[in-house]
């Protein structure tokens, strides 16, 4: 345990904070030695751990350090003051950058991830979606800042990356997530009245993710965002012209090649759903169809908005990072 990376994590009580725990529960070379929530203070992680049916249960041995680690409520100075290798600000937007100006200024040469949309446009800070920014100029290196990008922004992007260079004017992205992707801070849509045999559409202009996408791939975006009754998943249907005529197997082949080395992104000729997604830490791209002149094409992007949409990726990250310096 002495040799593992230390992490600490600032707002655990979100969905995607408690994804994080889990999955670092087992970790061969990252250790949670603290955890921040205002409202958990005094559980234990593995008390944390128990208390909801949406989640999986994590078998724990008898010893598991888990058992041992109390959820604390910690300041920003207090954040600060931890030496941890890695800090994940899990936090509602807006509230990052008041624990980040706190641990900027201690200069302690840590890892900061952020897992809000505070700083996915702010370009001292590393963004990244691994299988594709690997492949690019803009890649992980010595940067100790990450901001995680956003679900919905990951199930496009994981669409549209390949064809970037092909598209010719705005692409469309009608797409419709489980009511986790609304928080756990009670809202109209996640209101389970409001669900119940029901789809939602909402922030139907300008939403943040629609930015984020057009900001990171240079290329005009039009989002329609849904909400429905399932509690996690999201499938992302995508619309774009194309410049020439294309193939089935051309398109299959453009994919294959931009992925081949991808493990969390895998290609189909069928329509991916939700339900291969869902627990899973992989984004399933496919269902590949032209227009009789080869010009437009649709195909359908699917992941799980709480881990390859958000926490499995931010662990992809802190790896990729930490396999780079």
Known sequence: MNNKISLGIVGVRG????????????????????VSSRKLKGFTLNEFLCDDVYFESV????????????IETLSEVDVADRETNIIVLALPNGLAGKFFGEIDKKQNHQLVIDLSADYRFDETWQYSVPELYSKSDNKINNLMKISNPGCYATAMQAALAPLVNHIVGRANCFGISGFSGAGTKPSANNNPRNL?????????????????VSYHLGIPISFSPHVAEFFRGISMTVQVELKGKWTHAKIKKLFDDYYEN??????????PNIQQVINTEKCI?????????????TLVSCLDNLLKGAASQALQNIELFYKRV
Do not use: C, M
């Not at 995607?16 to 250790?31: A, K, M």
């Not at 969390?264 to 000729?269: E, K, P, R, S």
């Not at 269902?287 to 002149?293: A, E, I, P, Q």
């Open 196 to 212: 119940k045999d029901n789809i939602l559409p909402y922030g139907l202009i300008e939403h943040l993710h629609e930015k984020e």
């Open 285 to 297: 791209v496919g269902g590949f169809t032209l227009s009789v002149d080869g010009k437009k094409l």
């Open 15 to 34: 969905y995607v904070g408690r994804e994080l725990i889990r999955l670092l529960s087992n970790h061969p070379t990252i250790r949670v030695d603290w």
């Open 262 to 271: 991808d493990l969390l992104i895998d290609n189909q000729d069928a329509i």
């Open 59 to 70: 078998k724990l041995d008898e010893e598991h350090y888990y058992k041992k680690i109390k």
